[in-house]
């Protein structure tokens, strides 16, 4: 099987566990907050975060079930992210993902709380024993996905991404891509060995593969907001060096932050060295990352 043949079986599985857990809450919520949620969460997209959580959760037989809510509360916190980044005084993007966004099809109130919901729906699932039978495991669990999403990882990104309009700083631009991309991606890469019981070096091998992995789908983006239709990627190109944005592309430019691509790829993969065949999937998640096209 092809690696994006997978990569949408995988999205499949855990599009039904994140439906499931919806309809648990659907009875209480407001029906017009539940739409905006449902519209954030089921507007498509590739699901890699919860591919990379239920690949890693294979290297240590970890339980499937457990893994898709573990995956599910990931994705949680992804779609709060785009919900908000699309907010007027954010990036203020009218479509994501061929469709118009949440601010735009809800109202901004409700696009706001949408995100809020869902961002507090992931530590309502981690938390949850069905996710992990020991109390411990499950702490872990909401520290670890808490860092990555808060300010020390991707909202403070986001913060520092929206205060460094022209910054030529390549240290900066590394931090900035680190923090507001990196941290959730290397979360999802780490959550399979903490559901699996994993060694501290396994787990540090995974974090290292995360980060990598982060970076290097980070400049994939910038190069897409450079180069693709804005039909392909069903949303709006080009923002990012209209608004002055800082990229690795502006600081090292194009040939370089090709190399520098390939480069992280490779540091993925060479991370994922010591489990051989068995992390098949995650080097093929690290080819994707560098040759996708939307």
Do not use: W
């Not at 309009?165 to 590394?174: C, I, L, P, R, Y």
């Not at 080009?238 to 690795?248: I, N, R």
């Amino acid at each position: 099987m092809d690696f994006e043949t997978e990569l949408k079986q995988v999205a499949g599985r855990v599009e039904a566990a994140i439906e499931e857990i919806v309809a648990e809450t659907a009875e209480e919520t407001p029906a017009h907050l539940l739409a905006a949620m449902r519209h954030g969460l089921f507007a498509g997209g590739k699901r890699l975060r919860p591919f990379l959580v239920l690949a890693s959760a294979r290297l240590f037989g970890a339980d499937e079930a457990r893994a898709l809510r573990a995956a599910a509360a990931v994705e949680c916190v992804h779609c709060y992210s785009l919900i908000h980044d699309d907010l007027p005084a954010m990036d203020d993007d009218d479509m994501r993902r061929g469709q118009p966004t949440a601010h735009i099809a809800f109202g901004e109130a409700a696009a706001i709380l949408a995100g809020d919901a869902l961002l507090t729906l992931a530590f309502e699932i981690l938390a949850d024993a069905r996710t992990h039978p020991d109390a411990g495991v499950r702490s872990e669990f909401v520290l670890h996905l808490a860092r990555a999403a808060g300010g020390r990882g991707m909202a403070g990104g986001q913060m520092l991404d929206l205060d460094a309009t022209g910054t030529s700083d390549e240290a900066a631009v590394v931090r900035i891509q680190a923090m507001k991309t990196g941290a959730l991606i290397a979360h999802a890469a780490t959550a399979g060995a903490i559901l699996g019981s994993a060694s501290v070096p396994d787990r540090d091998r995974l974090a290292r593969y995360g980060e990598a992995l982060g970076a290097a789908f980070q400049i994939t983006d910038d190069f897409l907001d450079r180069e693709a239709a804005a039909n392909e990627m069903g949303k709006a190109t080009g923002k990012d060096a209209a608004a002055g944005k800082a990229t690795l592309i502006d600081v090292l430019g194009v040939e370089a932050a090709r190399a520098r691509l390939a480069a992280l790829v490779e540091e993925a993969k060479a991370a994922l060295a010591p489990f051989g065949e068995k992390a098949a999937a995650l080097a093929a998640a690290a080819d994707f990352v560098m040759t996708r096209r939307k």
